[in-house]
């Protein structure tokens, strides 16, 4: 493949790039940095990223940040966006789905569930309810959507995952004598949405729980009744966000537990293992048990 191929897809792509050097060049797939392989094509993510001792002119093609310095690299694109620049590139060229039955076996569809175009649904799977999944979604293996719930276009719900039973959420009486509330709410999951594995979400007590599109959630996370995820937000494994949480357009969860009823900003960020018990601002940094700011994110 030449060089030059990459470049068109990337202008297709709309990522911005400047390349340095000979388009015409042919590359032989691709590789990472730590284990190169000769002519192929690489991403150095930054400066600190390059091996001791490591000769940088063996490399025949490199995907580069802003911050590296590539001169004894003959072939460069530089990119500011240069991971998803290099990975876009690498699932373009080599990324073969392997192909799958639409539907896999040992696995109940109820007569209510619509089902879009390119709809995959593996293996052990319960569709159960009120339930619609547009085009090109993918529902993995030993996943259970029950009651109403609605899946957007291209989504990825990974194995293991429970999305649409009702939350944990119960009135007393005089004597402490625990009542379940029942649940009339749904889940509503836009487009482009990831919903990793063992992820439970439950279904709203009487709006929906909303994850808007793009939003990323990772493996391990629970997502309590009415929890609502602005678009392109993302909370990696594992999180707790519990009931009416509301998390803000861009804002990043790593590996947080959120208080019920707390708000996170658009683009805040909460550290790794913090524990919010108040609103965080938006593009506020927090960190901590509990929760405490530290710089804005710039």
Request: proline content about 3%.
């Amino acid at each position: 493949m030449r060089i030059s191929e990459i470049l068109s897809f990337l202008r297709e792509s709309n990522i911005p790039f400047e390349f340095f050097g000979d388009h015409e060049v042919e590359v032989e797939g691709f590789s990472s940095l730590a284990h190169y392989k000769n002519n192929s094509f690489t991403w150095i993510k930054a400066q600190k990223n390059i091996p001791n001792g490591f000769n940088l002119s063996e490399i025949k093609l490199a995907f580069v940040s802003e911050e590296v310095r590539a001169e004894d690299i003959d072939n460069i694109i530089r990119t500011p966006e240069s991971k998803r620049a290099f990975f876009f590139t690498v699932e373009h060229f080599y990324g073969q789905e392997e192909r799958r039955p639409a539907v896999g076996e040992f696995t109940y569809i109820s007569p209510k569930v619509k089902l879009g175009k390119n709809v995959r649904i593996g293996h052990n799977c319960t569709l159960d309810g009120d339930i619609s999944i547009d085009d090109n979604t993918v529902i993995w293996n030993h996943v259970t959507i029950v009651n109403k719930v609605h899946i957007g276009k291209n989504c990825d719900i990974r194995s293991g995952t429970v999305i649409g039973h009702d939350g944990f959420a119960y009135t007393e009486d005089c004597e402490h004598k625990k009542t379940m509330v029942k649940h009339f709410g749904g889940v509503d999951i836009g487009n482009n949405v990831l919903v990793g594995e063992s992820v439970c979400i439950h279904r709203g007590t009487i709006d929906d729980t909303i994850l808007e599109d793009g939003v990323k959630i990772d493996a391990l996370s629970h997502i309590a009744h009415n929890c609502y995820f602005k678009r392109n937000s993302a909370a990696a494994a594992p999180c707790r966000t519990n009931g009416s949480v509301k998390i803000g357009e861009n804002a990043y969860l790593a590996g947080a537990l959120v208080r019920n009823q707390c708000e996170v900003g658009d683009n805040a960020f909460v550290g790794l293992g913090a524990v919010v018990v108040k609103n965080v601002e938006a593009n506020q940094t927090v960190v901590g048990n509990p929760a405490r700011p530290i710089v804005k994110k710039r």
